[in-house]
């Protein structure tokens, strides 16, 4: 019965587990650079060399400020949703999220060294990127998860192999 309750639970719970891995890794890691480019203006610049200047307790409203500044896209969202305007909604809710997501990420990255002078904020820092290591390891243990990345794999393999035979034309 046990083997069979696992085998249920990985396959209700891979396909969204390995969603949530694939989109934040991928949504990261090309939002830490569109962010990266987006600082080299001069204005960006300086206000990220302020912001490294501030106290432990204005670096952390600098860090959770971009979370109150969300809240007009998503009441857009939900007037949007009350006029029936659902494509609307879902997608101010999107880009509110990547806007969102993109500027707390830079944020973090500039105010790290700042905000781990809080004793909370390091002690949740580091107990939430220890469960999150720990649940990425889990998901990428299982069985079905590495039959997927496999299966990308190969789909990467020839898709390079046929851009490559394009490009060599």
């Known amino acids: 019965m046990k083997q069979r309750l696992k085998y249920a639970l990985e396959l209700a719970v891979v396909p969204i587990a390995a969603a949530v891995v694939f989109i934040e890794q991928t949504l990261i890691r090309y939002l ?5 480019a987006f600082a080299r203006l001069p204005w960006i610049a300086r206000l990220e060399s302020w912001l490294v200047t501030l106290p ?6 600098s860090f959770v400020a971009p979370s109150i500044l969300i809240l007009p896209i998503k009441l857009s969202a ?8 659902y494509g609307l909604s879902l997608a101010s809710i999107v880009v509110g999220k990547v806007l969102a997501t993109a500027i707390v990420a830079r944020l973090y990255r500039i105010l790290r060294s700042t905000l781990m002078t809080i004793g ?23 069985p079905s998860w590495q039959r997927a990345a496999a299966l990308v794999e190969r789909w990467r393999a020839r898709l390079a192999e046929l851009v490559s035979g394009l490009l060599a034309r």
């Open 56 to 61: 432990p307790w204005a670096a952390f409203l």
């Open 78 to 85: 939900l007037w949007f949703a009350t006029h029936h305007r």
């Open 32 to 36: 830490n650079v569109a962010m990266a």
């Open 120 to 142: 909370w904020f390091a002690w949740a820092d580091t107990h939430f990127f220890r469960w999150r290591d720990w649940a990425y390891a889990f998901v990428r243990s299982l």
